[in-house]
């Protein structure tokens, strides 16, 4: 059995190195996938990289890189930066699982001789009959199986995620116990190409676009005064809008093709009923009339819901009670208990 193990540069992934080297003959890679100009987020990229490296060799396993910063800007940074274009608000780590690291990377791995990939994602994978189940990690504050409802059939059958079976306090006390170098080191935060949080600064460096100002508009489409951009704004923002009304006022919508965004009370920013497109099913035909629980955003606690299936990748979420600010972008992902049952992107929500 060989494994190829994605290596960031990080303690889950030297963790994960660590325990499926004691059981397979495995190798680790680090994808180089940055290629823009800022030479500060480079250098950090490469420390990450070194350090990925001194963990291999540690473990007495191979390590070697990957040169993806091609594919990595055109399927998560031009996707990242035409949704929000767009008017939407899209979920780059997510596009990154699919066509980067359980795309790209299981590709090479399975061209050069490789079983299997494994990476430092918290979530759980188990075989039951014939398919196979992805699972919320046993530790519920780390659980990332939110960002993997992408994942086919063929795809779990050829990954191990070793971590779901940890909590992140053991997976530190393994790299202590080892005295692995990241042992110590921080979690990563935001989105590893925007450090600093400030997408629009990062959207209008990278286009050249210097987005225009527009109108802020009530319910009635009244003007209520002027926002600087619709990229700077997502849907149940409430600070940081620049316009005094008075009383709290949020961002209900926003259209990108008019440049308008609209404002009111936070009583409209809650939806009974969910539209999802470019839904993935994992282990099952059809979702129709299933009883689940779904997630809106990686952060929102899962709330019951019935699933209609109203064509083959596109279902209507049901709510028992209304759900706040659904975005256009972000990803629904449906629950059973502990079992991920898909997912998939958010239209808009439907009063």
Known sequence: MKTLIGMSGGVDSAVTAALVSKTSDAAGITLQLYDGGDSALIEKFNRESQ???DVCKKLGIEHTTLDLKSDFYNYVIKYFIDEYIAGRTPNPCIQCNISIKFGAMLNYAEQNGFDHIA???YARIEKFGDKYLLKKALDSTKD???VLYGLTQNELSKTVLPLGEYTKTQAREIAQNLNLCVARKSDSQDICFVPDGDYAAFIERNTGINFAAGDY???DGKILGKHKGVIHYTIGQRKGLGIALGHHTFVLDKNAGTNEIILGDE???FYKTVEV???NIIAAENLDGINAAAKLRYRH???PCIIHQTGKDTVILEFDTPQRAPSPGQAAVFYDGDV???GGVIVKGIK
Do not use: K, P
């Open 217 to 219: 508009l009530d319910l």
């Open 267 to 269: 009583e409209h920013l």
């Open 340 to 342: 991920v049952l898909g």
């Open 144 to 146: 990332q199986s939110y």
């Open 277 to 279: 497109r470019n839904v």
């Open 119 to 121: 990476t430092g994602h």
């Open 51 to 53: 350090d990925a490296a």
């Open 301 to 303: 606690t899962e709330q």
